[in-house]
Every structure is written in C-alpha cells, then in structure tokens.
C-alpha cells in the first residue's frame, strides 16, 4: 500500500471490505518482489490465499512452493490480536476482521487441502506468545537447506 502502484486505490476499496485483491494484481506485486530481490529463498506471507491466488501464482511465477506454513489458531485468539495489533488500518474493526475470518475459511481450505496432499503443510500450533510460536518454527527453518 505505501508504494506508488496505478492499483492502490482499488486495492485499499478491497481491504477495506474485508475482501481479497485479485489474484493477478497481488501475484505480479509477489513478482515484483521476488526478482527485485537478491536472495534465493523467499518467505511469502499470508499468501495464497485461495485455489484461484494458488493457480495464479504457479503459473505467472512458474513455481510452487518448497513448505506451507499453517499457523493454527483459534477464531477468538485471532479476533484479539488484530484488534489489539495497534495499527491504526481502517480494516482493524471487529465487523471487517469477522468478515476476513470467514473468507479465509472458506478459500484457505482448498489451498491447504492441495499442498497437504503434497506433503508440502506444516500445521504450526499457533497459540501463545510470538516467541513461544517462533521457537516452534525455529527447528523447521533450521532444517531447511539455504
């Protein structure tokens, strides 16, 4: 949003909804990123977001991912860390963030269905601190070959 994109407005209308960006604005923003970008392996967060985001991605990239991370979380947890995540986003209200809930239900589903059954999801228990989530994921970073 802080870049100077010819889509931002409609991109901030999106958000403010609590509706997801289409797929082939926010994967060319992602590859945009990744080949302005020096390293070899990226970290994309929150993203796909549905099977329609995952297709795009794979076939405007041309690759899937190496790991899925799915952080676990309950609905209630979820609700108290936007609303307290002091961010000042005109999104960050009760009614837009229960409406962002349910739309990640209901088009998440599929994407971790499809990388599951690759054997690509690591499901992360994500209740408690940010530190205590993090040292859960320390050992699968670790593991991997950078």
């Not at 796909?48 to 209630?76: H, K, Q, T, Y």
């Not at 108290?80 to 960050?92: A, Y």
């Not at 409406?99 to 971790?112: S, T």
């Amino acid at each position: 949003m802080s870049s100077d994109n010819e889509n931002r407005a409609m991109i901030w209308d999106i958000i403010k909804e609590g509706k997801i960006v289409p797929s082939e604005i926010t994967v060319n923003l992602i590859r945009r990123a990744i080949e302005s970008s020096k390293n070899h392996k990226i970290l994309i967060d929150g993203f796909p977001r549905s099977d329609e985001n995952r297709i795009a991605f794979e076939r405007i990239v041309g690759v899937e991912p190496d790991l899925v991370l799915f952080f676990d979380c309950p609905e209630e947890e979820m609700v108290k860390r936007v609303l307290n995540r002091n961010q000042g986003r005109i999104d960050d209200n009760i009614e837009t963030i229960k409406k962002r809930l349910k739309v990640f239900e209901k088009l998440n589903l599929p994407v971790i269905n499809h990388y599951s059954a690759k054997g690509k999801v690591y499901k992360i228990n994500a209740e408690g601190t940010a530190d205590e989530i993090f040292e859960k994921v320390r050992p699968l970073f670790a593991s991997l070959s950078i």
